[in-house]
């Protein structure tokens, strides 16, 4: 996905001297970067979706493991736990973590400065009412975008979020080979 919005915008970026000419009007440039925006929402989706996955896969990798008989500390190189100390953020070694913030914060700053650029050039060339949609816009995508990477890398309690007892907290144990 980050490949198909890097895509993007050197592609959009290539006509940035047309902007305002008659084939690119500037109100049509003002949603130039509203492809960019839901690729990062999607993407926001896509990698913390796949980090659930992976805790999910952990657990059952885990009782097989402990099942395998295979020494301990073989464990975080056996199976998914061996790609998340690379992958996900929340389990990496510092080096992986700053390499993973290095590019999605490359990205999400790519993303922001190119909103910002076109709004700023488009700011004398179009009615006044069309700049505070696309900031409005814009904004709401900011903080859309935000909230699921906060939610998603910080869950907290889920279980109690809505008072009841999540069934997923509930230890259950079913012996291997029965």
Known sequence: MMGVAAAYLVGVSAFADKYGSHSIPWTFVLLLPAPLWLIAIYHSLITL???RHGESVQIIEDELFCESGLPSHLRNKVGSKAGNRIMDITQARPVHKIAT???YGGFFLGVI???VYVIVQARHNVHFWSIGVAIAGYSI???I???SWIKG???GNEGQETGREDDSQKDVHVPLGS
């Open 49 to 51: 979706s796949a980090m």
């Open 101 to 103: 913030a290095c590019v």
């Open 113 to 115: 400065a190119y909103t």
């Open 141 to 143: 995508a900011l903080i």
């Open 145 to 147: 975008t935000g909230a």
């Open 153 to 155: 890398l910080f869950p």
